[in-house]
């Protein structure tokens, strides 16, 4: 039988137990589980960020993983812990938005909200839902348990701003969702969605504090050391980048910032 596999993406860093707490309770339910850490660097609260490493990795687990993602400002309130089902995998997590890039991705089929507290530890705090809640509904769900035993099925989700891609004429307004170490700027804006303004060998961007018109590449060396260049990066979102420079401090773009994409 294959073993379970259960990832986790949180903003808890690495220096305290919480994470070591998540992967106890999954381990006391479901002893074969196999734990994926994707990461857990996601900066404190930064839902955007979150989702795009959760996207960016989820992809390329076998069918059938079970994603955990932990970014949650608003853990205690009314804000609804729900399991998405999508034709590949199943993810676990606040309805904040942190879940959508990469359930949008692998096509919605269902989404319930996490309520039976039979599934749940028998102690549930106010602020760690990580450990109490999503920790062990993933430990039964990779044991068995069908996601129609966790609640109610949800027919909207939190579809937050970062998730779309607006079209205006022959222009798309998009946003920045994450910044790299290499300085490399993420955008939301997918292949199939750059076809809608028909982008050619050149295309013509502008930022918050910046503007300019840039080669469409392949690859990053496909201009000279210091030009900037777009392309379809590894996780098939529009990156805007410098050969072997920072293009976030060059255009002085951050994570959150709009980006419009011109057909030049």
């Given at each position: 039988m294959t073993r379970p596999i259960i990832t986790l993406t949180t903003d808890f860093g690495l220096k305290d137990q919480y994470v070591a707490e998540m992967k106890a309770v999954i381990l006391r339910i479901c002893p074969e589980a196999t734990i994926v850490d994707i990461s857990h660097q996601v900066d404190k609260f930064n839902v955007k960020m979150g989702a795009f490493i959760l996207a960016a990795a989820s992809a390329y687990f076998p069918k059938g993983t079970i994603h955990v993602a932990i970014v949650d400002p608003e853990v205690g309130t009314k804000r609804r812990a729900v399991c998405i089902e999508t034709k590949h995998a199943r993810y676990l997590g606040p309805d904040n938005g942190l879940l959508i890039l990469a359930a949008k991705a692998q096509g919605i089929m269902h989404a319930y909200e996490i309520k039976n507290k039979k599934l749940m530890l028998p102690k549930v705090s106010n602020t760690f839902h990580g450990r109490d809640i999503f920790s062990s509904v993933a430990a039964h769900l990779a044991n068995g348990s069908s996601p129609l035993a966790f609640g109610p099925e949800v027919d909207q989700l939190v579809i937050p701003e970062f998730a779309g891609v607006v079209k205006r004429k022959d222009m798309l307004i998009g946003e920045v969702i994450h910044v790299d170490d290499f300085g490399n700027i993420v955008t939301n804006i997918r292949e199939k969605e750059l076809g809608k303004v028909r982008v050619g060998k050149q295309v013509k961007l502008r930022f918050k504090e910046a503007e300019a018109t840039?080669?469409?590449?392949?690859?990053?060396?496909?201009?000279?050391?210091?030009?900037?260049?777009?392309?379809?990066?590894?996780?098939?979102?529009?990156?805007?980048?410098?050969?072997?420079?920072?293009?976030?401090?060059?255009?002085?773009?951050?994570?959150?910032?709009?980006?419009t994409v011109y057909r030049s």
């Open positions: 840039m080669n469409f590449c392949m690859a990053y060396g496909g201009v000279e050391a210091g030009k900037p260049l777009a392309l379809v990066g590894s996780h098939n979102f529009l990156e805007i980048s410098i050969n072997q420079g920072n293009a976030s401090r060059v255009f002085k773009a951050k994570s959150g910032d709009k980006v």
